[in-house]
């Protein structure tokens, strides 16, 4: 609903409403989010982007995009054709698991009516991807992530242009990360190294809690590098990424053959060399190599158990898990019906006026819309119990007097800080360019704050002309 708050607040015009509807369409129909996480958990494995030039092999089967129709019940590697067969088997032998490939000439997208749109997936696999994603498939892939989706990218040595276009993995998958239209801004708080690395052992750091390293499918020491690369760590720009193996005599911000990291609602893992997750057999007249079972590494449980976690399969998930949690609501006056209380706001923000319709009820909390520089707060504290997954839900309803469609001129930011103050984790970033009638619900995980008191944070800060307004209704924070 547009309207004025107070005398400074701007009104929409009808046209300026029209354009900024259709900008903010197709913003709001990227950012509808993925389906639920559920069991089986939904892994789809990528081969549109020359997964199988050269020597390379990175298919589960040959049966596409449904393995199944190869064998329907595999018990061995060998009963599904593909270098990565190994992986598959495993995973759909636990009957926890329901698998797909992306067949080659197919796109990657999200929000669609596919059967392998990623909206119907926990997790996508780029196993060494060998061809630059589009622009509307880098687009897909952050938005699937950012809304909750899983993405285990595997690199390969700088150099390994298997199909002799110009372009290696970590070319493409650098490119994803800072050329896409949802955050180029470093999203995951790492870039892969340009180098080709011979041989090598990479060891396993010390963390008896990681879900990652000590999973349900056993616990990682080691992996291996056959000419692969490592990942420059900033968590700086990302707080979340973390190291969890390192290539001999590295450690903390370089030299990290396996890394996670989270972005939004979703989870991320990288790793440096295909070598470790080829099993040795696959189509005839390529030459493969078994690193899935070498004796010297742990990569059947490194590769399984980060899919179980990319997934939301693991208990402890991202950090917060183990144990017992009686589910809740955590957050006071979530609809913000009792008014100026428990949260912490700029005054005014909270507030039954009829200018901006609340989504239900009559109090919401009104962030900017005054067309003229300011800044608006919104915050409450609250603990999160150890033991617990934790899931933030809130409506945003955005409408704007600005007249772009490119630049964000007013933004709105959804952040974690700890007790001290300190920003543990920007959620989300929204701008006048996210304008659309009505609310939209935005949810995102906190679980891997669990055991800690956190402060959810709102902060809008408009320009100096225009104004557009940030309204947040039926907030919520579960645990469960």
Known sequence: MLGFRRSRHRLTTAAAVFGLLVAGAAVQAAAAAPAAAATPHRILFDNAHAETAGNADWIISTSQPDPLGQDSSPSAETDWTGALSSWGVALQKTGDYSLKTLPSGSSLAYGGSTATDLSNFDTLVLPEPNTLFTTAEKTAIMTFVKNGGGLFMVSDHTGADRNSDGEDAVEILNDLMTNNSVDSTDPFGFSIDTLSISSDYPSAI???????????????????????????????????????????????????????????????????????????????????????????????????????????????????????????????????????????????????????????????????????????????????????????????????????????????????LNSGGTVLSTLATYSNLNAASGYTLRSFDLSSYAGQTVTVKFTGTEGSTLQTSFVLDDTALNVS
């Open 206 to 416: 010390s963390d008896s809690s990681n879900a990652v390293l000590h999973g349900s499918f056993g616990t990682v020491t080691k992996s291996l590098i056959a000419s692969g690369t490592t990942a420059t760590l900033k968590p700086a720009d990302n707080s979340a990424v973390k190291g969890l193996l390192y290539r001999t005599g590295y450690s903390g911000n370089t030299g990290a053959f396996f890394a996670t990291s989270t972005f939004g609602s979703g989870r991320v893992a990288f790793w440096g060399d295909s070598s470790p997750i080829d099993d040795g057999t696959g189509q005839s007249g390529n030459t493969l190599y078994d690193g899935w079972n070498d004796t010297g590494a742990t990569n059947a449980a490194l590769a399984l158990n980060a899919t179980e976690w990319l997934a939301g399969g693991s208990s402890s998930g991202g950090g917060g898990g183990g144990g017992t949690c009686t589910a809740a609501q955590l957050l006071a006056n979530p609809g913000f019906e009792s008014g100026n209380t428990s949260w912490t706001a700029t005054s005014g923000v909270i507030t039954n006026s009829s200018s901006e319709a609340a989504r239900t009820g009559s109090y919401k909390a009104w962030l900017n819309g005054y067309g003229s520089a300011n800044t608006d707060t919104l915050s409450q504290s609250v603990t999160i119990p150890s033991g617990c997954a934790a899931t933030l839900n809130f409506y945003l309803h955005v409408d704007t007097a600005e007249t772009t469609t490119s630049t964000a001129y007013d933004t709105l930011k959804a952040q974690v």
